[in-house]
C-alpha cells in the first residue's frame, strides 16, 4: 500500500495570500500523483494531476513533485474563500489500491 | 475531465429493506471501480475494489453479503446495501479509474438514510 502523510490542519490563510498543502509519501515505485478537493457535505474532485519531477502550473494552482523526497505540494495563489475545503494527495500507479486519509482542511478567511 | 455518475443522490429507506446504488462512467471504460462510504467529520473510506466481469475485492471489516457489488459492464458497477438499519445510514461515494493514465474520477454521492 502507498501511505500517504498530510496535515490534518485547518491550515488557515487570509483571502488573498498563498496556501502550500504537502504531502509526504513512502512507496518510492509512485509514478503519479493526483491532489482532489473535497467540499464538506461533497464528493472529491479532482484539480490537478502531476506525473514527473518539477512543477505543473493550472490557473491559481501549482502542484510541485520531488521524487526523491519523496513529497508533493500543492500552491493555491491569490486564495479564494471558495478554496476552503479539505484537500487530499493521492499516489497512483499501476495496481495501486486508492484510500484516502483525513487530508488538509484550509480554511481562507475574509 | 471525465464524468462518473451516481442514481439515486439521496434515498431514505425503512429499516431492513435493500437499496441499491449505480455508479456509472459516462465518457470512458472503467474495468475497476472503487466503492467508498464517509461518515460526517471522517475521511472516506474504502469499502470495495469492483473490477468488470469478476468479483469484487472487499476491504477488511467489510461485510460482502451486506454490500453486494456488481460490475456487469466497463461503464456500470452496483453497491446492494441489504436489510439496511439506521447504522448504514452515511454518503457512498463511487469513483471509476482511468485506464492509462490511473486517473480517479468521483461520483456525487448517495446519500442514504435508513429510518
Known amino acids: 500500500q502507498k501511505e500517504v502523510e498530510q496535515n490534518s490542519g485547518p491550515l488557515s490563510v487570509p483571502e488573498g495570500a498563498i496556501a502550500s498543502l504537502n504531502c509526504t509519501y513512502s512507496?518510492?515505485?509512485?509514478?503519479?500523483f493526483f491532489w482532489y478537493r473535497q467540499y464538506s457535505g461533497k464528493s472529491p474532485e479532482l484539480i490537478m494531476s502531476?506525473?514527473?519531477?518539477g512543477d505543473k502550473e493550472d490557473g491559481r494552482f501549482t502542484a510541485q513533485l520531488n521524487k526523491a523526497s519523496q513529497y508533493v505540494s500543492l500552491l493555491i495563489r491569490d486564495s479564494q474563500p471558495s478554496d476552503s475545503a479539505t484537500y487530499l494527495c493521492a499516489p497512483s500507479g499501476g495496481s495501486y489500491i486508492p484510500t484516502f486519509g483525513r487530508g488538509t482542511s484550509l480554511i481562507v478567511h475574509p | 475531465g471525465a464524468v462518473v455518475s451516481q442514481h439515486p443522490s439521496r434515498v431514505i429507506c425503512k429499516s431492513g429493506t435493500s437499496v441499491k446504488i449505480e455508479c456509472r462512467s459516462l465518457?470512458?471504460?472503467?474495468?475497476?471501480m472503487f466503492w467508498y462510504r464517509q461518515f460526517p467529520k471522517q475521511s472516506l473510506m474504502l469499502m470495495a475494489t469492483s473490477n468488470e466481469g469478476s468479483k469484487a475485492t472487499y476491504e477488511q471489516g467489510v461485510e460482502k453479503d451486506k454490500f453486494l457489488i456488481n460490475h456487469a459492464s466497463l461503464t456500470l458497477s452496483t453497491l446492494t446495501v441489504t436489510s439496511a438499519h439506521p447504522e448504514d445510514s452515511s454518503f457512498y461515494i463511487c469513483?471509476?479509474?482511468?485506464?492509462?493514465?490511473?486517473?480517479?474520477?468521483f461520483g456525487p454521492g448517495t446519500r442514504l438514510t435508513v429510518l
Open positions: 465518457d470512458f471504460q472503467a474495468t475497476t
Open positions: 512507496d518510492r515505485g509512485s509514478q503519479s
Open positions: 502531476i506525473y514527473s519531477n
Open positions: 469513483s471509476a479509474r482511468v485506464p492509462v493514465t490511473d486517473t480517479q474520477y
